[in-house]
């Protein structure tokens, strides 16, 4: 039996962990499928020496940042779409990253009119252009969507969807810990990527500063996403000395501190969804640049930033965003959930419901299993023919 190829394409850390999981079901089902593309360290792993990891460079945040680096995307693009024709894969399976896959996608079907291209993790035009998925669906075969309601939406408009499930389930199931949570300890989730930091994180630290000043038995871990973003933070942290005696940065806990702490501040992102699955009372905050923001106020066309608020369709998670992102702001918010047990267990009651919408575990194995099934379905197609 001929050996099935399938290119993938994954330009974050996030992707990378949710292709890595979604490599390894692959090869469970079929150990004979061979994987090529870009994507990052973890995808390597499985895939082999001949996958690319470029996520170093391909990982930006911001309008800016992405103008800055045109020059390295273009002759990037370029080269995908060169070794997508030369490779000629079973299938091409484009996962989340949509400022760069859905223009790959969109030029390779005019490249390979025939070609099968699937998205993993839909890109949220639900959120910005609701009328793209009908432009959508003449590049693109199938999408797995991690929300229901996105495949309920794509169906409806054409675009053939299937809902697996949200993949970090079986990542955080595996994450909890039987704790009691600490009633002076509130945890800090400054983002993973160092522009969001950057930004954030003096937000945070002021915040906590004034947060002291009211509540002088509080204690504070900040989660890090690397050792290179818990170097910045420390920095940062140094410059504020009486902070430094109360704020613990660790790396790699994030899923331990929001299952510790009694409340949190997070900045918008997947960590979100990730404090809604681990019941912690939590204030949203985000701040980036002003360029940015006002370009994102223009497209966006949804009433809450953060995912929980979307799922809910209502502001179950105060949003503190950009200039209303001040440190009084925050901390009263705060405060509340500290200190009023009807509004914690409100919030608390509303997380079970939005964890419930993001499916049971199993949702790489289900992608996994939609995207053999696809490529069989192209095989036969092509017998019968």
Known sequence: MKSKTIYFVAGEVSADNHGAALLRSLREFNTGLNFIGRGGPQMRIIAGEQFK?????????????????????????RETLKEIEESKPDAVVLIDYPGFNLRLARALRKQSPHQKIIYYISPQVWA??????????????????????????????????????????????????????????LGLFPGSRLREVRKIFPVILESVR?????????????????????????????????DRQVIEIKVGETAAIMQRAFAGIVASGSATLEAAYFQLPFVLIYKVAWPTYLAGRLVVKVKYLGMPNVLADKEV??????????????????????????????????????????????????AARAIIEEIDAKIDMKRVN
């Not at 170093?56 to 390295?72: I, Q, S």
């Not at 229901?148 to 169906?155: G, H, V």
């Not at 925050?330 to 993001?358: C, P, W, Y």
């Open 53 to 77: 990891n470029w996520i170093g460079n391909a990982a930006v945040l911001g309008l800016w940042e992405v103008v800055l680096k045109y020059g390295y995307f273009r002759k990037q693009f």
């Open 128 to 185: 910005w252009n609701r009328g793209r998925i009908e432009q959508m669906a003449r590049f693109l075969d199938l999408v797995l969507c991690i929300f229901p309601f996105e495949a309920d939406l794509y169906n409806k408009s054409g675009l053939r969807a299937v809902f697996v499930g949200h993949p970090m389930i079986e990542r955080l199931r595996a994450q909890k810990i039987n704790i009691e949570r600490d009633p002076n300890l």
């Open 210 to 242: 004034q947060l002291q000043k009211q509540t002088r038995n509080m204690r504070f871990e900040v989660a890090a996403a690397s050792a290179e973003l818990a170097r910045k933070m420390t920095e940062m942290l140094d410059q504020r000395p009486p």
């Open 317 to 366: 998670v105060p949003e503190f965003i950009q200039h209303r992102a001040k440190p009084s702001s925050i901390i009263q918010a705060v405060r509340r959930l500290i200190e009023n047990a009807h509004a914690r267990e409100r919030m608390i009651s509303e997380f079970d419901t939005i964890a419930g919408k993001l499916g049971e575990s199993g949702a790489s194995e289900k």
